[in-house]
């Protein structure tokens, strides 16, 4: 049943209208999305969390497109850029497994704000660097916008049903992804060339201070974040949980429903072979155009920005067709996308390494990152299913898979910085493999591609509940209420009829009888042994 109204509640007591349909079996989750809207809580909650994505994902990598001269300053090698590529998503992978978890306790409005000023920090000082373990140190700590991903998708999984949830999750994570992209081209081909006319052509100044706009931006979108959205349909967590509306949750709890999920971990690996890729492609890009076909920066930093900006469609259009499939085939049509997605871009990877043309290089970039795209967001069609307990955990825990990829492929081109074709070939082996993995993900009350059936379970995420702390979460005993004498005295017991209450004679015992049933009962363990497997017999 859905209901729709016009505006947010007051307090947790009153009436709850909304600006979009909501199913209130599902928490008061939205059944639409009204993308011209920007009303509380649903829609403002979509919006900030691809905003701030896009932010968090330019501070992330508004340095890549200036690496070339930035090496050129501090003379730093091929191997020695790839050291700091790899840096920048190490700490994401960290900070991505314990913000699943913390979004399901404290929601995803604060950690998202918070992570956004505290990036924004590091992304200030880049000018301050003069070697390479400052460079290293600096891209290290700015890694942790790359964390934003997790509230991004809890966010919305919080706030928009199953139905949508794929096209929802797949569009913020896409929308703010094109971050990507954006920071290819307006840092290398916009800011840098004004800032090096600010500076009277001194390229050394220029990059040193350009990261200073996107660090007052993602500074500015932290704070408003924080101050002007929601944690979920029906307000804030710490009026809920005061209310007693919503229980308190555990962390750790959330954490380990999700970790002891062998499908969580399989995921993990797609999304390393889907998001990892894309986060080395936005890592390697302007420098591989560079040096293999002679491009000047701004050139470069506009065809790379081609592989960021197709998120603009290509992440929702892949959680899009999950749902779709979802509604044919239910959980095995996600699977069947994904695997089909996965295969098509381990392709269109082998095809891109064997490219000697300009034009047709930049003709496969484009469809080879739409694969990529769609493959992240069938991914997040999937997830909400995993573990309704932990919704968050999961998300986490996948999201990590990303920057894992990254790290991983990262180390691979760092050992061939000067055969990136191989690299890239390698890198299509893995994908390829990734694909079949989704034959192995079977999730309880889903029919896999293999085995399994579906079944009535309950749709509904819920929340975990929450462990007995002896410091924190210890329950609180309500005092005593006063005794009332006269209404608890005990009345005075009846008198014993002994001719009425007297016990009767017990039974004789027949001997034959008894002998039987004994032995009928020693020979229970072999009828309970068998009779599973005499109905297939």
């Known amino acids: 049943m859905d209901i729709e109204g016009g505006g947010m509640p007051s307090s947790p007591a009153a009436p709850r209208e909304y600006a979009l349909a909501v199913n209130p079996e599902q928490d008061d989750k939205a059944t639409e999305i009204k993308l011209a809207s920007f009303a509380r809580p649903h829609m403002r909650a979509f919006h900030y969390s691809w905003w701030s994505f896009f932010i968090a994902f330019f501070i992330w990598f508004a340095i890549a497109p200036l690496l070339p001269l930035i090496a050129k300053d501090l003379d730093l090698s091929k191997q020695d850029i790839w050291t700091t590529n790899i840096c920048a998503v190490a700490f994401d992978i960290v900070m991505r497994f314990q913000f699943g978890a913390i979004c399901d306790k404290f929601g995803a409005r604060i950690p998202m704000g918070t992570v956004l000023m505290l990036a924004s920090i590091p992304t200030a000082c880049i000018g301050l660097v003069n070697s390479l373990t400052g460079l290293i140190c600096i891209r290290l700590f700015i890694g942790l916008a790359g964390s934003t991903f997790v509230m991004c998708q809890c966010w919305t999984t919080r706030m928009f049903t ?279 993900i079977n999730i309880k009350g889903h029919r896999g591609l293999l085995c399994g059936e579906d079944t009535d379970f309950a749709d509904k995420i819920q929340v975990p509940a929450p462990e007995p702390d002896f410091e924190e979460d210890k329950a609180q005993v309500p005092a005593p209420e006063p005794v009332d004498e006269e209404k608890d005295k005990v009345p005075a017991p009846e008198p014993v009829d002994e001719e009425k209450d007297e016990v009767p004679a017990p039974e004789p015992v027949d001997e034959e009888k008894d002998a039987a049933q004994r032995e009928r009962l020693s020979c229970n363990w072999i009828v309970n042994w068998w009779w599973p497997f005499e109905k297939h017999v």
């Open 162 to 440: 199953k139905e949508i949830v794929g096209l929802c999750n797949g569009l913020v994570g896409g929308w703010g992804n094109v971050g990507g992209g954006a920071t290819q081209l307006v840092m290398g081909t916009a800011l840098f060339p004004l800032f090096k006319v600010i500076w009277g052509g001194d390229v050394t100044m220029a990059w040193r201070t350009v990261t200073l706009v996107p660090a007052f931006v993602a500074f500015c979108t932290g704070i408003i974040v924080i101050r002007t959205s929601d944690d979920c349909p029906r307000g804030m967590y710490k009026d809920l949980k005061k209310s007693g509306e919503m229980p308190e949750i555990s962390a750790a709890a959330s954490f380990r429903g999700g970790a002891v999920d062998i499908n969580t971990w399989l995921l993990f690996i797609q999304y390393a072979c889907c998001f990892g890729v894309e986060l080395t492609v936005n890592n390697a890009a302007v420098t591989y155009f560079v040096d293999r076909f002679e491009l000047e920066i701004e050139s470069a930093s506009a065809i790379a920005s081609i592989f960021g900006f197709m998120n603009l469609f290509a992440r929702g259009l892949g959680g899009y067709a999950s749902d779709k499939a979802n509604g044919y085939l239910k959980m095995r049509g996600r699977l069947l996308v994904q695997m089909a997605l996965l295969i098509c871009e381990a392709i269109c990877i082998f095809i891109f390494a064997e490219m000697t043309n300009l034009i047709a290089s930049i003709v496969m970039l484009t469809i080879f990152s739409i694969f990529v795209q769609g493959a992240e967001g069938s991914t997040y069609g999937i997830v909400p299913y995993v573990n309704k307990n932990a919704p968050g955990a999961v998300a986490g825990i996948v999201g990590a898979g990303g920057p894992t990829g990254a790290v991983s492929f990262g180390l691979v081109f760092r050992q061939l910085p000067n055969d990136p074709n191989k690299a890239f070939r390698i890198m299509a082996g893995v994908v390829l493999a990734s694909g079949v993995v989704c034959a192995g």
